[in-house]
């Protein structure tokens, strides 16, 4: 569907990993080499997602609910998202940076809720067709991301960063499953070290990639 200048980077990790800053960071790197992007996340990106998105992390009523249930909105969300901003913005040769997409599926629903990796792989590619060129996993221990959670500011935690230390153990096995099941799109960052260092590690994998592929 994209073309080599044309892409999707999708930034993945677990809870307190610190995706928020490296983005911020790739944003800056991809306006420097003048690559035109814009900049969305799962769930999210329409009304209807963003609606999701606020049903599935933060509503009273989503306590409890069904596993299916859950990885069915998450799947029917991401089919809005893609139909309704992703394709259009590589339609019209913009690139696409996007906070969270198939692999946060994998992670979460398939190894954290104990589904067949295989059969949500299936289900979630058959829904949505479309994989990141380049997908950037910040990997980082759940007590270390516990710790870093009780520093923020805002002290309360969403429905899924409030999941038992087991659960977020699962989704780690499960990132790094789909690392080594996927090792040319999955470049795993190590999210212990310093915000600048992990920016850095970014920064050079993605500068080399685009190199590779001539796209700079």
């Not at 944003?27 to 996340?41: E, G, K, M």
């Not at 998202?81 to 040769?93: C, Q």
């Not at 470049?187 to 994998?205: H, I, K």
Request: charged letters at 25%; proline letters at 6%.
């Amino acid at each position: 569907m994209s073309s080599p200048s044309i892409l999707i980077f999708s930034i993945e990790g677990g809870e307190g990993a610190g995706k928020s800053s490296l983005i911020r960071h790739l944003t800056r790197v991809l306006s420097s080499l003048d690559i035109p992007h814009i900049f969305t996340r799962e769930p999210g990106g329409t009304p209807f997602c963003e609606d999701v998105r606020r049903l599935l992390l933060n509503s009273p009523s989503a306590q409890g609910i069904n596993p299916i249930s859950e990885l069915l909105l998450f799947l029917s969300s991401r089919l809005e998202h893609v139909e309704k901003i992703i394709e259009p913005a590589l339609s019209a040769g913009v690139s696409v940076l996007c906070d969270r997409f198939v692999d946060s599926t994998m992670a979460y629903q398939a190894y954290g809720r104990e589904f067949d990796p295989d059969r949500i792989w299936q289900l979630s590619t058959s829904i949505v067709p479309l994989l990141p060129d380049i997908t950037f996993y910040l990997d980082l221990a759940p007590e270390i991301a516990d710790k870093r959670l009780d520093k923020r500011q805002q002290s309360v935690r969403d429905r899924l960063e409030s999941e038992e230390r087991r659960f977020h153990e699962r989704v780690r096995r499960g990132y790094l499953a789909m690392a080594e099941r996927c090792p040319d799109r999955i470049r795993v960052l190590d999210a212990s070290l310093s915000e600048e260092e992990v920016a850095g590690q970014a920064q050079t994998v993605l500068t080399q990639w685009l190199k590779d592929h001539r796209c700079i």
